[in-house]
T-cell receptor, first 116, second 113 residues
């Protein structure tokens, strides 16, 4: 069972607002990821982190930013939300775990964001 | 060419049927392979890792063909609860040495009574 959490689960917000999507995991994983997924479409990696104070942009260009000040916490921020940011945002983590492949990623339940 | 290619389906099968999904990947350096399952509007969940010798987990069997860069998933005795999208996943190393996973677009399976 994955111990990775995301809040809020649903967010409806107006254009121009600053938002932060929270993600935390209690598995001690060093690597964390943010993906964006539209309904019926593929996952796109937008940010990843090797560990504390290490973040990189993913394959899909995103106006969001991330930080990794603590191992367990990987928040994503949008300074000024726009309707084009409407999507599902999925957080994941990976790391060595007894009996499992170290590259296995575990996903949080996602945040469904709607920007009006 | 996409890094991971799958037939999007949907595959419509009756309960009890055997169904197989295929997936091809483009990066010959890939070393880790997985099948994930994603239910509608939910997060992806690991179904199984795929090993070179092939592996089985109950009704599910995964095979890897490195020479053809091809992965398969076989589901026997399909259940209604198997209805979902099945994602083929392959690892890739970035130019900074980071291992990331590349997800296919998924194959949708619908199992009917």
């Amino acid at each position: 069972e994955a111990d990775i959490y995301q809040t809020p689960r649903y967010l409806v917000i107006g254009t121009g607002k600053k938002i932060t999507l929270e993600c935390s995991q209690t598995m001690g994983h060093d690597k964390m990821y943010w993906y964006q997924q539209d309904p019926g479409m593929e996952l796109h990696l937008i940010h990843y982190s090797y560990g504390v104070n290490s973040t990189e942009k993913g394959d899909l260009s995103s106006e969001s930013t991330v930080s990794r000040i603590r191992t367990e916490h990987f928040p994503l921020t949008l300074e000024s939300a726009r309707p084009s940011h409407t999507s599902q945002y999925l957080c994941a983590s990976s790391g060595p775990r007894t009996g499992e492949h170290p590259d296995t990623q575990y996903f949080g339940p996602g945040t469904r964001l709607t920007v009006l | 060419r996409k890094e991971v290619e799958q037939d999007p389906g949907p595959f419509n099968v009756p309960e009890g049927a055997t169904v197989a999904f295929n997936c091809t990947y483009s990066n010959s350096a890939s070393q880790s392979f997985f099948w994930y399952r994603q239910d509608c509007r939910k997060e992806p969940k690991l179904l199984m890792s795929v090993y070179s010798s092939g592996n089985e987990d109950g009704r599910f069997t995964a095979q890897l063909n490195r020479a053809s860069q091809y992965i398969s998933l076989l589901i026997r005795d399909s259940k209604l609860s198997d209805s979902a999208t099945y994602l083929c996943v392959v690892n890739e190393v970035t130019n900074t040495g980071f291992q990331k996973l590349v997800f296919g677009t998924g194959t949708r399976l619908l199992v009917s009574p």
